[in-house]
């Protein structure tokens, strides 16, 4: 993902929602993605590191 980063357009998407900078710690909102065990989106028995909500906001 980070290799991608310069061939993003900015405009397109504003990932401020999906993570922050915050006391010098990066922080991942949960709402969207999750990637300890228990606490992961799960369906049919398969773990997800995304929720539903991360695939409505981005399809």
Not at 38 to 59: H, N
Request: proline share 3%; glycine share 12%.
């Amino acid at each position: 993902v980070m290799g991608m980063a310069p061939y993003g357009d900015a405009s397109k998407y504003d990932f401020s929602r999906l993570a922050s900078f915050e006391n010098g710690e990066l922080v991942i909102n949960t709402e969207y993605a999750n990637v300890i065990g228990l606490r992961r989106y799960k369906e049919k028995g398969k773990g997800f590191y995304f929720s539903p909500k991360l695939i409505e906001w981005l399809g």
